[in-house]
């Protein structure tokens, strides 16, 4: 008894995360993610992709459903922009809140749509990579939940298991990138300049955010070493991730190491996971701080 009051007081309470969510706090949440779309959207010139070599196409997900037709008139300038413009205006179209049920979920549907077939183009040109897989998962959360409302617009939980799922989903994808370098890697993965060599690879490679330093990490024994040490200790903290669903004092000391990795990654390496980093935001459970962000229908 004495040992498991111990571990309480270290541990403090669990409690399911948003359990207690509102209207209102959906609502901000399905704003917030759509808008965070927009953003990427705009940020990506995704037709240049048209001056690539043809050799380079590799239809990857729902294309490989597509006719070589459709591809050819899919994987050229006008169809990228065609594509793209489809996106925007869908994605704008979910940001008003309706109160016709049936309307929302068509709209959300069709941007799940849309956006898988976006997120495929993109990589139909390279490696796979797991930027914006968060965020499309969340879309097709939203979608989900908007088809259950349709059928239980009076389930208790339905302002909760919305956000519960997108909050299991963004720690789930931690989860699964940090067994994947354990199991892929193995040991040796913590041991040898794993680091260094990736923040090298990524600064000559190139992306949005360039800060034109991580090839100069060999040069820098401490940051070298800053690195490498604290790939194990990111990689518990990812396989660990689904704890914050329900251990409010683990959220609070995952949320400023995650952030501080993300802001690294940036850093030395070109990464900005800034779409992950604003879902943060869900982790802080917030009908429990404020009374209006809170169900009132029992």
């Known amino acids: ?70 591809l050819g008139a899919l994987f050229n300038e006008l169809g990228l922009m065609r594509m793209w413009d489809c996106a925007l205006v869908v994605v704008i179209c979910c940001l008003p809140q309706t109160r016709w049920l049936i309307g929302t979920a068509l709209r959300y549907t069709l941007a799940a749509i849309v956006l898988t077939v976006y997120s495929s183009v993109i990589r139909s040109f390279g490696p796979a990579v797991h930027t914006d897989i968060v965020l499309l998962l969340a879309t097709y959360a939203l979608a989900l939940f908007a088809w259950a409302d349709l059928f239980s617009p009076r389930a208790p939980g339905r302002y909760s298991y919305p956000l519960i799922t997108i909050v299991l989903l963004l720690t789930l994808a931690y989860t699964l990138v940090g067994l994947n370098r354990l199991v892929t890697g193995g040991p040796g993965v913590f041991a040898g300049p794993t680091m260094t060599s990736w923040a090298v690879d990524a600064s000559l490679r190139g992306y949005y955010f360039n800060t034109g330093i991580g090839w100069r990490v060999p040069q820098w024994p401490f940051v070298n070493f800053m690195l490498q040490a604290g790939l194990p200790g990111i990689t518990v903290f990812e396989i660990a991730a689904p704890l914050c669903v329900a251990w409010p004092r683990f959220r609070w000391v995952f949320i400023p190491v995650m952030l501080s990795f993300h802001a690294l990654s940036l850093v030395f390496m070109n990464i900005f996971f800034f779409d992950d980093m604003l879902l943060y935001l869900l982790l802080i459970d917030w009908s429990r701080k404020f009374p209006d962000m809170r169900r009132v229908d029992g």
């Open 1 to 70: 008894m004495e040992a498991a009051e111990k571990l309480r007081n270290l541990t403090g309470p669990f409690a399911l995360i948003h359990e207690q969510a509102g209207p209102r706090l959906l609502a901000l949440t399905r704003l917030g993610i759509f808008a965070l779309w927009i953003v990427k959207l705009l940020l990506d010139p995704v037709w240049r992709l048209a001056d690539m070599p043809p050799e380079m196409v590799r239809p990857v997900g729902v294309l490989n459903l597509f006719s070589p037709t459709a």
